[in-house]
């Protein structure tokens, strides 16, 4: 039987999110399950109506896209998850050529290249990745950028049981932040070289209009994690190529407090939205 992924999208004012809906549910891989979650929108929830048989949506107020990634991936069912930003979109072959090389690497997570496109949708830049020749260049990488798109990513569900969830005090960097932990935590972030997904940039992107904050928060996150990030730069250029991979159990690290992070936010908004999380028929 064929793993189930779970996709998350976290959804605010978007008026790309049903192309971003429609991506995943017209993927040649079946076993999918699809979480929408709602984050306080006030424009454009008309444009879910068409999909909601085939999907699980959840409503709930404002906070951020953290908090909405917390929410849908604390209630997601799949042995491996992915997220989609509302303005992006999965090529139909995404999730199955992904999920075909997890398996066959047995990886617990992975990321790939991606085609940029603009407001309209035709791709402006092609196969666009970060590549390195050795995992200590990768690991140093994130000193100076973030070297994974998150759109791109998959990832085996149990690994939230041991890095724990998104850092919800992090406005816009926390897949910066929570990749950096992955990598610390001793598990390879694989890299399918391959485009299978379209990152769409526009004006109303948070990456456009907040950059001042969101560059705050990058040496935010950088001054935290620098020393960490040089001492397994310097580890890994001592190891002997083909190592033996992580199992996901539980470790001694430094956000160890993301673990249970969702577990209130999520019973809070069963409690205050009732209806507002509805199951596909």
């Known amino acids: 039987m064929l793993p189930k992924v779970t996709v998350v999208i976290p959804f605010y004012n978007c008026p790309y999110v049903d192309q971003a809906v429609s991506s995943v ?20 929830k008309d444009k879910l109506k068409p ?30 998850v992915a997220w989609l930003s509302s303005d992006d979109l999965f090529y139909p072959d995404k999730i199955g050529r992904q999920v075909q090389f997890m398996l066959e690497r047995n990886s617990i997570f ?53 890095v724990g969830y998104f850092d919800e005090t992090l406005r816009y960097t926390q897949d910066y932040e929570f990749w950096i932990r992955v990598l610390l935590a001793g598990f390879p972030l694989d890299f399918l070289d391959a485009p299978l997904t379209l990152y769409r940039l526009h004006g109303g992107m948070g990456t456009m209009l907040y950059q001042p904050a969101i560059w705050e928060e990058v040496l935010s996150v950088r001054s935290r994690y ?5 001492q397994h730069s310097r580890s890994q250029r001592r190891l002997v190529p083909g190592g033996s991979r992580p199992a996901v159990r539980s470790r001694k690290r430094p956000a160890a407090r993301f673990r249970k992070q969702p577990a209130k936010a999520v019973k809070s908004c069963r409690k205050k939205a009732g209806k507002g999380i509805k199951k596909r028929r």
Do not use: W
Not at 25 to 43: A, F, K, P, R
Not at 112 to 141: K, L, M
Not at 226 to 230: D, I, K, T, V
């Open 25 to 44: 549910l017209n993927q040649t891989y079946t076993n999918i399950e699809l979480i929408v979650v709602d984050d306080g929108s006030t424009q454009h």
């Open 51 to 80: 999909y909601m048989d085939r999907l699980i949506y959840i409503g709930k107020e404002n906070g951020g896209a953290a908090s909405a990634l917390n929410m849908g991936f604390a209630l997601a069912t799949g042995d491996y």
């Open 110 to 162: 992975s990321h790939t290249a991606f085609d940029q496109i603009n407001e309209a949708g035709a791709v402006t830049q092609a196969n666009v990745a970060s590549r390195y020749r050795y995992p200590h260049e990768f690991t140093h990488a994130f000193l100076s950028i973030c070297p994974v798109n998150g759109c791109t990513v998959m990832m085996r569900r149990d690994l939230f049981g041991t």
């Open 226 to 230: 620098r020393p960490y990030l040089l």
